[in-house]
């Protein structure tokens, strides 16, 4: 269709061509083109001295008298009420140790984890946001004006949609909590809501 006009076609039409691109993408390269959005969304620091989006391991988090946020990746998404949510699993780990040395400055580190239960809803709108890009780099189509146009509007709408899923996803503050020295740290974990920048 094209405003008014309807006709029939033996080509695919645009949002068929974007829904099987959308299906054949591997989750890898899902999760890496989200990663990389969520560093640009991720923004000022904040209060915090540096932050720290999907370190790829503990010794990327220094161990300095600073207060950080470590956001962490899609990979380990947090399970609300889980002992063994993968969220927690890398944040112990990332407090514990800094590379091969025991953390001294664990008092200085907060984590930001993605909610599992919305991840799924993100890596849609992450796929059409890849597939629609493609479409718009693939010099092989035979386009019409009006389909540029409409392809650049999907890419720009899919790009707000991910980014709007960023900030409704990484909704769990993991804070490290130790009433006695003695005593073996306690997560408070804190369901963030809102709509505003990350950190």
Same mark, same amino acid.
């Given at each position: ?12 039409? +645009? ?5 099987? &691109?959308?299906?054949?993408?591997? #989750? $890898?390269? !899902?999760? *890496?083109h989200?990663?990389? =959005? +969520? ?5 000022? &620091?904040?209060?915090?001295?540096? #932050? $720290?989006? !999907?370190? *790829?391991?503990?010794?990327? =988090?220094?161990?300095?008298p ?9 990979? $380990?998404?947090?399970? *609300? ?21 025991p ?34 780099n ?47 740290v ?14």
């Amino acid at each position: 269709s094209d405003g008014a006009r309807y006709w029939y076609s033996t080509q695919p039409s +645009l949002k068929r061509l974007a829904d099987d &691109r959308a299906a054949q993408l591997d #989750v $890898h390269e !899902v999760w *890496a083109h989200l990663i990389g =959005v +969520l560093r640009e969304e991720t923004g000022s &620091r904040g209060e915090f001295a540096a #932050v $720290h989006p !999907v370190p *790829a391991s503990s010794g990327d =988090v220094p161990d300095e008298p600073e207060a950080r946020l470590v956001i962490i990746g899609p990979e $380990h998404p947090h399970i *609300a009420k889980d002992e063994q949510s993968p969220a927690l699993v890398l944040a112990r780990e990332v407090l514990a140790t800094r590379g091969n040395s025991p953390r001294l400055y664990q008092n200085m580190v907060v984590f930001l984890a993605p909610d599992k239960q919305r991840l799924h809803e993100l890596e849609e709108a992450t796929r059409f946001h890849l597939a629609w890009m493609s479409i718009a780099n693939d010099g092989s189509l035979d386009l019409t004006q009006s389909q540029t146009q409409q392809i650049k509007a999907r890419q720009k709408e899919m790009r707000e949609t991910v980014g709007a899923r960023i900030r409704e996803t990484w909704a769990w503050l993991l804070v490290p909590s130790q009433a006695d020295p003695r005593a073996p740290v306690e997560w408070l974990p804190t369901r963030l809501q809102g709509q505003e920048e990350i950190v």
